[in-house]
């Protein structure tokens, strides 16, 4: 979602495109060809960065003239996505040797790797916390969740979870942070990091969103989308999914309201 809240931005995969749909209609307002299959699209002021995980690329688009202002070839196969809060640091991992590295947006320089961040696999998400600026890495396979700071300090593990719960993606409002585990959503204090509630679902969680004003959640589950009140986790909807394959849920910064 672009930070106007006019465009959904959608990657392709299989057309190695990125499209414009427009959040009012959601008609198609713009194409535009990209690497090798595009992954994931993360928004940083006036600039949408996409990685092609085949391609070996990550392009860097204006979203004022929507037409693509630099690319930058890696070395690795990029998997993962995350941006600092001022957009000149982005984050992404190498999905052989599992580093987390920081490139720099303005000249597509590598900035600091830092060797194999997670245990045996890349399957959960990394993502920056807009109230602290820190990074938080979902290590799945590890059972656990590390924190970095904007500047790549060593990863410290913040949260662990028990067999059969894989952190997949985390969530954050000013006070809580969401966890995404197995089948269950955790609920932690994002200044202590101890433990406030649980609730638990028939099917896995794919992904956790937190809505702006950080008072309803999204979890996204095999066939539906459950929404919960952050304060107690107590489901306030369910609403059918037209695929399974759908696996996040993004929230319109402007449009949103309760």
Do not use: W
Request: charged fraction near 15%; hydrophobic fraction near 45%; charge should be neutral.
């Amino acid at each position: 979602m672009t930070p106007d809240g006019r465009y959904i931005v959608v990657a392709n995969t299989g057309k190695n495109e990125v499209a414009f749909v427009d959040a009012s209609s959601l008609a198609l307002d713009n194409k535009i060809t990209v690497a090798a299959t595009p992954s994931q699209v993360e928004v940083a002021g006036d600039y949408l960065y996409v990685i092609s995980v085949n391609g070996k690329t990550i392009s860097k688009i204006n979203l004022q003239t929507k037409a693509i202002d630099a690319k930058f070839t890696t070395s690795f196969f990029p998997g993962k996505l995350a941006l600092n809060q001022e957009g000149s640091v982005l984050y992404t991992m190498d999905q052989l040797k599992r580093d987390l590295v920081l490139i720099n947006t303005a000249t597509g320089a590598i900035i600091k790797t830092l060797p194999a961040v997670v245990d045996k696999l890349i399957l959960g998400e990394i993502r920056t916390d807009p109230f602290s600026g820190a990074l938080y890495i979902c290590d799945a396979k590890g059972l656990k969740v590390k924190r970095s700071d904007a500047g790549g300090a060593a990863p410290q593990t913040t949260y662990t979870f028990p067999a059969g719960s894989e952190p997949i993606d985390i969530a954050f409002s000013a006070q809580y942070h969401f966890i995404a585990a197995g089948k269950s959503l955790y609920k932690y204090d994002a200044a202590t990091g101890s433990p406030i509630a649980s609730t638990a679902f028939a099917t896995a969680c794919k992904s956790v969103t937190a809505a702006p004003t950080g008072d309803v959640l999204f979890v996204t589950l095999a066939t539906s989308m459950a929404i919960l009140d952050a304060r107690s986790l107590s489901l306030l909807s369910e609403v059918p999914l037209a695929s399974s394959g759908i696996e996040s849920v993004v929230v319109n910064p402007v449009k949103f309201t309760l």
